[in-house]
């Protein structure tokens, strides 16, 4: 079974709308983290947002947020107010206690339009 | 400047040639990884080394060689390269599993662009 599943290849949406790109995780651990990372059309991978399993508030970071339903097993991103240089491939991922390493799902491409 | 640099950023091979990809970090991160995206898999971990003489395999760790004498070196080596080892290759580094770097994020380097012929 993946450990993180991001059911939306594409997303569309226009410019200065909201869009919320889906995950779901599965671990029977009860300490993990869950990141997210961008990728623009230039390749690097860029830090977005982390999440505690533990944290009892949904992070946020300028027009990122991620809304955080533990027992749901899912932590999706919402970026407000989308511009642009938003359009990009975002991968969701996790890191397990104990784990150094990050298990990344297949990513999620978004197109944002004027 | 400090940060994580691959070499090459494009690469071309041919099938069952030797090639070497090299990431260097400047942190003295403990933790390095070797990741490959290909579309429709995301990223997936090769190998990932806690510190120096110390590797391990990640999920597709065959037909990969690394080694790491030297913190801040992490070579990934394609002892015979095929096609389906044509990728994008993504180094990334971090500090550590610890409790104060649970929360770290891993920083990659700008990826190698690797077609094997």
């Known amino acids: 079974a993946q450990k993180i599943t991001q059911t939306q290849p594409g997303m569309f949406v226009q410019e200065k709308e909201a869009v919320t790109l889906d995950c779901t995780y599965d671990t029977s651990d009860q300490s993990y983290g869950l990141f997210w990372y961008k990728q623009p059309s230039s390749g690097e991978m860029i830090f977005l947002i982390y999440?505690?399993?533990?944290?009892?508030q949904n992070a946020t970071e300028g027009r990122y947020s991620l809304n955080f339903q533990k027992a749901r097993k899912s932590a999706n991103l919402v970026i407000s107010a989308s511009q642009l240089g938003d359009s990009a491939m975002y991968f969701c991922?996790?890191?397990?206690?104990?784990?150094?390493?990050?298990?990344f799902g297949k990513g999620t491409m978004l197109l944002v339009s004027p | 400047d400090a940060g994580i640099t691959q070499s090459p950023r494009y690469k071309i091979t041919e099938t069952g040639r030797q090639v070497t990809l090299m990431c260097h970090q400047t942190w003295s991160h403990s933790y390095m990884f070797w990741y490959r995206q290909d579309l429709g898999h995301g990223l997936r971990l090769i190998y990932y080394?806690?510190?120096?003489?110390?590797?391990d395999k990640g999920e597709v760790p065959d037909g990969y060689v690394v080694s790491r004498s030297k913190t801040e070196n992490f070579p990934l080596t394609l002892e015979s390269a095929t096609r389906s080892q044509t990728s994008v290759y993504f180094c990334a580094s971090n500090g550590g599993p610890s409790v104060s770097s649970y929360n770290s994020p891993l920083h990659f380097g700008n990826g190698t662009r690797l077609t094997v012929t």
């Open positions: 999440q505690g399993s533990y944290d009892e």
């Open positions: 080394s806690a510190a120096a003489d110390i590797t």
């Open positions: 991922a996790m890191r397990e206690a104990g784990y150094s390493t990050l298990t």
